[in-house]
């Protein structure tokens, strides 16, 4: 027997496909797709508040600007507040790397559940639904091969 894929909840074989308690036979098995399942708008206003808290600093730096030439105040209270704007913009220098990381692991999840669908026993059945696009595609492919190496029936 050899083993295609294998985590704590799936396992593929060249015998049969294992999805938790579930247990599907490859020869029980007469077609297998995929589909994008319902979009997760959470996903999507995660990733705008992460492109808002990037860009947060650098409006609040530039408004500070605004308000230290359009406020008539002395030179050195305009210098401060144009130098504390200063310091607030190059603040996103260090923040812009670790929220670009969560941009782009939001990216890899994705913003719809992927599904693998069979045919079993002449019914249609949700195999798996996951938001984890590499792991998708690799129990996906991992079936692919099972089923490309299976005798036919």
Known sequence: MVTYYS???VRIT????????????LGELARVWHSKGARSWRAIAGRGAIGMVMIGPLVAA????????TVDASLSVTIGIVGVSI???????????VMLEHMDRSYSRGSRSLEIWASWRGQ??????????????????????ALDGAPTR
């Open 14 to 25: 060249s015998d049969a496909i294992n999805i938790g308690d579930r247990r599907y036979p």
């Open 7 to 9: 985590d704590k909840s």
């Open 62 to 69: 530039a408004l500070g600007i605004v308000i230290a030439i």
């Open 87 to 97: 310091l607030l913009g190059l603040a996103v220098g260090p923040l812009a790397d």
């Open 124 to 145: 249609p059945v949700l195999l798996l639904e996951t938001g984890d696009a590499l792991r998708f595609g690799q129990i996906y492919r991992a079936i692919q091969r």
